[in-house]
Nanobody, 127 residues
Framework: QVQLVESGGGLVQAGGSLRLSCAAS????????MGWFRQAPMKAREFVAA????????YYADSVKGRFTISSDNAKNTVFLQMNSLKPEDTAVYYC????????????????????WGQGTQVTVSS
């Protein structure tokens, strides 16, 4: 079983950037589809971005498209979320998630699609 640990969160001013990392340990990382989600206070957890384990397919929520970039380094068992042009509404706890996947190009967009979750990292964007 894979264990996930997020890092890179923090406090940033609007317009700034942060890079989140999700380090995986345990079984082979390369056969897991990965996703980033976020949860703001009093709101449901929502999809942010996803990447297939082959790295060829990515997908973004409309709210972050053009500002966030998901990427992976299978050799380092790490997935990243580069967040640029941050807005106060991006404030949330960010979680990475993993799901075992056979096909290299498949990705998943829903919370219920994922089996494994990290503990989350707080991102706060001040106005």
């Amino acid at each position: 079983q894979v264990q996930l640990v997020e890092s890179g969160g923090g406090l940033v001013q609007a317009g700034g950037s942060l890079r989140l990392s999700c380090a995986a340990s345990g079984r082979t990382f390369a056969s897991y589809a990965m996703g980033w989600f976020r949860q703001a206070p009093m709101k449901a957890r929502e999809f942010v971005a996803a990447i297939s384990w082959g790295g060829t397919n990515t997908y973004y929520a409309d709210s972050v498209k053009g500002r966030f970039t998901i990427s992976s380094d299978n050799a380092k068992n790490t997935v990243f979320l580069q967040m640029n042009s941050l807005k106060p509404e991006d404030t949330a706890v960010y979680y990475c998630a993993a799901r075992p996947e056979y096909y290299a190009n498949t990705l998943y967009l829903k919370v219920r699609d994922y089996d494994i979750w990290g503990q989350g990292t707080q991102v706060t964007v001040s106005s």
